[in-house]
């Protein structure tokens, strides 16, 4: 069982920045990927970006270019620094890991209990 834990989430004015920490500890065997997703009231919840070992991406495409995600994998933490913060942006922010808890296992995947980014002036 992994636990994730998220923080950093609050409330900044437009084209502020805020960086977001996810923590993930637990038994497993590996952890594969860390994701970020992110759901706005009433709207589905979607996904941000994606760290791996060997790789890192921004899948949504509206965030290109301002948020960054990065990652210790031996500390098993996982960062989203957003920058140029836009009202669109507003949700709350959910830190994703998917992982294996023996070698050959099925995949399994926790989630954090979400952390609120609001963006207003």
């Known amino acids: 069982q992994v636990h994730i834990v998220e923080s950093g989430g609050g409330l900044v004015q437009p084209g502020g920045s805020l960086r977001l920490s996810c923590a993930a500890s637990?038994?497993?065997?590996?952890?594969?990927?860390m994701d970020w997703y992110r759901q706005s009231p009433g709207k589905q919840r979607v996904l941000v970006a994606t760290?791996?070992?060997?790789?890192?991406?921004i899948n949504l495409e509206s965030v290109k270019g301002r948020f960054t995600i990065s990652g210790d994998n031996s500390k098993n933490t996982m960062y989203l620094q957003m920058n140029d913060l836009k009202s669109e942006d507003t949700a709350v922010y959910f830190c994703?890991?998917?992982?294996?808890?023996?070698?050959?296992?099925?995949?399994?995947?926790?989630w954090g209990q979400g952390t609120q980014v609001t963006v207003s002036a």
């Open positions: 994703s890991a998917q992982y294996q808890t023996y070698m050959g296992s099925p995949n399994f995947r926790s």
């Open positions: 637990g038994t497993f065997f590996r952890i594969s990927t």
């Open positions: 760290i791996t070992a060997f790789d890192s991406t």
